[in-house]
């Protein structure tokens, strides 16, 4: 029965376990980024020096990591450190787009120059992998119900 | 004549599970209410006669556990341990075996006698459910009686069942495993208090080795005096109860869960989506970092998405003003018009857009049962450093305003708690001092400022955290109770709701814009404009002369007059802060320039100092209506002077700390 229930979690471990060393690396470049070290690869991958951005990043990464740790020990409710990894990146995401686009709007009020890759951030990008998982298992969140 | 059997009989059970229909239906109604001196619950006691033995049956207070926490839990407590009737009947409520079973585990611990009566089994056979009692005797080794109280069923074979348990000889005691390292501690407490032969009396050992460890203060308190009180407390000086209690309820709980499987048919629990969430959003250890991400992504969302909004506000009010001084005679109602009621009272409503998006955030965390998570997620910090659990809610109601905030500390019951939360929550941001954080971030800080602003909200948590466990360990000497909150289920917000929310808070500042923030700017108008003839808003102006009569305090802080007299005027109402540098650095005055431009280019500011003057806005003492709520719900002059004093001090502290502390480290420009 445990070899069957891992098995069916297998792809969504593999998932949460790209998606936390994708995030975790991503809070890694920004926390070396705002020591001042390595700036220009930092730049190169649009990674701000933010701390706090690191540190959502670190936190993000974690739950998604902890998710595939359950789920690899045969823990059927690791799944929830996945689906909210999921729900929380999404967010986070949101949040950056969100001032992406006041940012934009403000250039356009006051006549200053807009520079789109100047406000991106790596919460903003990295969303594209838990946006692909959230589609996968979009089937799993009735978000009225907020059933997992 | 032979001797009557007598036999003395609890009722014992959680809060609502039928006990009190049970005793009626046991004894026929002939009970009377006692009240027994010391206590303020009543428990009843009435006698129930069945061939030839008389029980007298004692219905005590609900409890959910044997670790006392409110009185009733204590007079139940205390009369299972320290008058040992000789059989306790635990009412279990059938439709809710999980939780009810949690009382069971401590009383099969404590080694009592125990009948479980299983009532409202009638609504476990209507849902389609099946207890199988006799598996449950089997693996609780405990005899269990179906019962439907309210119709008086299975009364008789309860009765039976309860004389038949009290006429056996001791019980032998159920042990529930704590793991290793928690049953060394116990074994290790149980030989010390072994030594105390009166101890070995009252309770048995393990029970009260596992209580103390547990930090049960009434065990603790029954040690005073015994030859072995200094060696326990010296042994648990070194444990961390409260974890030890949390890992103490899992294993209980574990053992519930290994059983139940086995004697119901469909309440095994299954994790619900909430119990699925709450997994991750209250993890021990991912708990307090996704509440802290959240609160960031909460203050960056603010100020981001607010600059659009604040900028178009900005240039229509530097529009008006431009406005009036090109058009309006004679130059004093110009200077009247623009300097005073725009640049004061606009320059609060430039913020307005940061604050409306604020509070839509904390509705939308609020309405979907997190805030009520990130209580919970504190309260176990909060309890190790001195503060009340219960003390988070009044301190989240303090991000909108201080006001409500301290009078919804009339839910904590201990006065010595309620003045400490009291005092400590005018440290929680309100939303009011939020203008002055996005000025001052928005000048000095550029694209750091939502960090900057995150970080003066957790700036004011510590502070109040930290003053709580200060306060706690001199003045207000005590431990604080522990407290039980239910968790709401997650729902989604819906917008309209949070929406609403949004307006209730936000609307107030509107209004006092037209009114205390109005008034407020025109005096500083007038401070800054006479006596006739001095330059507006120079150091010669009224306003300068007061600014620089207690500028020489703020000097060491790095802060010169204008923010003094500003701060001065903030006691007021926070908002005035803002308005008063608008009227003082002469924003609006014409040259398009807004009040961030004229901060800038103030030679004497810089971000050091001005992250100062953000943390003593933060700090000191509050405005004149929280004041006037402190005295209220204090009832006492004196602990209003205090916490009015003890803010003003530390205020000061923090930021000579921070002004001078990063000037020594070269952060000075």
């Not at chain 2, 139940?76 to 999980?98: F, G, H, K, S």
């Not at chain 2, 004041?627 to 916490?643: D, Q």
Request: proline letters at 4%.
């Amino acid at each position: 029965m445990m070899t069957a229930m891992m098995s069916r979690n297998r792809p969504k471990m593999a998932f949460a376990l790209l998606a936390g060393k994708l995030y975790v690396a991503g809070a890694f470049l920004e926390a070396v980024a705002a020591a001042g070290i390595a700036r220009g690869a930092a730049r190169l991958l649009l990674v701000p020096g933010d701390p706090m951005g690191a540190f959502v990043l670190a936190v993000i990464g974690a739950i998604f990591l902890y998710g595939a740790y359950e789920l690899r020990s045969g823990l059927d409710e690791g799944v929830a450190y996945l689906y909210v990894g999921i729900a929380l990146a999404l967010i986070f995401g949101m949040i950056y787009l969100l001032a992406l686009g006041a940012s934009a709007a403000d250039a356009a009020l006051t006549g200053d120059v807009y520079d789109p890759l100047g406000g991106m951030r790596p919460g903003l990008y990295l969303a594209v992998v838990p946006l692909a998982g959230g589609l996968a298992w979009r089937d799993r969140f009735d978000i009225k119900g907020i059933r997992l | 004549m032979a001797a009557v059997e007598r036999y003395r009989i609890a009722l014992a059970g959680n809060p609502n599970v039928g006990k009190t229909t049970l005793f009626n239906a046991m004894t026929g109604m002939h009970q009377h209410v006692g009240n027994f001196p010391g206590v303020t619950v009543e428990r009843r006691s009435g006698r129930a006669t069945r061939d030839g033995v008389e029980l007298e049956v004692v219905d005590l207070p609900g409890t959910y556990s044997l670790t006392a926490y409110s009185l009733d839990e204590v007079v139940a407590r205390e009369y299972i341990v320290e008058e040992r009737p000789d059989v306790v009947v635990q009412v279990v409520d059938a439709t809710n075996l999980e939780r009810n079973l949690y009382l069971t585990t401590q009383l099969m611990e404590l080694g009592v006698r125990v009948v479980i009566a299983l009532n409202m089994a009638d609504l476990v056979d209507a849902r389609g459910d099946f207890i199988d009692t006799v598996r449950m005797r089997e693996f609780l080794e405990i005899p269990v009686v179906r019962t439907t109280a309210v119709e008086g069923a299975g009364v008789e074979e309860l009765i039976a069942t309860v004389i038949a348990e009290a006429r056996l000889g001791p019980h032998h005691e159920h042990e529930i495993g704590y793991g290793e390292a928690l049953e060394v501690s116990i074994a290790d407490l149980e030989r010390i208090l072994a030594r105390d032969p009166d101890i070995e009396r009252r309770y048995r050992l393990r029970w009260a080795a596992v209580k103390l460890l547990e930090g049960d203060e009434r065990v603790l308190e029954g040690l005073v005096g015994s030859p072995v009180e200094a060696d326990v407390r010296s042994f648990l000086a070194g444990v961390d109860q409260v974890e030890v209690e949390a890992i103490m309820a899992d294993k209980r709980y574990e053992a519930i869960n290994a059983v139940l499987p086995h004697v119901c048919s469909r309440c095994v629990p299954r994790m619900t989506a909430s119990d699925m969430i709450d997994r991750v959003l209250m993890n021990r250890y991912l708990g307090i970092p996704i509440f802290l991400a959240l609160m960031w992504g909460a203050f960056e969302l603010t100020f981001t998405l607010a600059t659009p909004f604040s900028t178009a506000i900005d240039m229509g009010f530097a529009w008006m003003v431009d406005a009036v001084n090109a058009n309006m005679e004679p130059a004093w109602l110009a200077s009247l018009l623009g300097d005073g009621v725009i640049g004061g009272v606009g320059f609060v409503i430039v913020f307005v857009p940061n604050i409306f998006i604020l509070f839509l955030l904390i509705s939308f965390l609020e309405d979907s049962g997190y805030l009520a998570r990130a209580a919970f997620i504190m309260d176990r910090l909060m309890y190790k450093l001195g503060l009340h659990g219960k003390s988070f809610i009044p301190m989240l109601m303090g991000f909108g305003c201080n006001v409500p905030a301290i009078m919804a500390t009339r839910v904590i019951e201990d006065r010595r708690d309620r003045i400490i939360s009291i005092i400590v929550t005018p440290f929680i941001s309100c939303g009011a001092r939020l203008p002055i954080y996005v000025l001052f971030a928005g000048a000095f800080f550029g694209r750091q400022a939502g960090a900057v602003i995150f970080s003066l909200y957790v700036l004011g948590i510590a502070a109040a955290v930290l003053s709580a466990k200060l306060l706690r360990r001199t003045v207000l000497r005590g431990r604080p109770s522990a407290f039980i909150m239910e968790l709401p289920p997650y729902r989604l917000p819906t917008l309209r709701s949070s929406a609403r929310h949004m307006w209730e808070h936000g609307s107030m500042y509107l209004r006092k814009a037209g009114s205390v923030i109005l008034l407020g700017a025109l005096v500083m108008w007038a401070l800054a404009s006479y006596p006739a003839g001095v330059e507006y808003g120079s150091s010669e102006s009224y306003a300068g002369m007061v600014g620089r009569a207690i500028a020489p305090a703020l000097a060491p802080l790095g802060l010169d007059w204008r923010i003094a007299v500003a701060l001065l005027f903030g006691l007021v109402a926070k908002e005035i802060v803002v308005s008063s540098l608008g009227v003082l650095y002469g924003a609006g005055s014409g040259d398009g320039a807004s009040l961030s431009d004229g901060l800038q280019a103030d030679s004497g500011l810089h971000p050091l100092n001005a992250y100062g003057a953000m943390a003593f806005t933060l700090l000191y003492m509050p405005c004149i209506a929280t004041v006037a709520v402190i005295r209220k719900e204090t009832g006492s002059w004196k602990w209003t002077l205090f916490a009015l004093a003890y803010g003003l001090a530390l205020a000061w502290t923090v930021a000579f700390a921070i002004f001078q502390g990063g000037t020594l480290l070269g952060f000075g420009r």
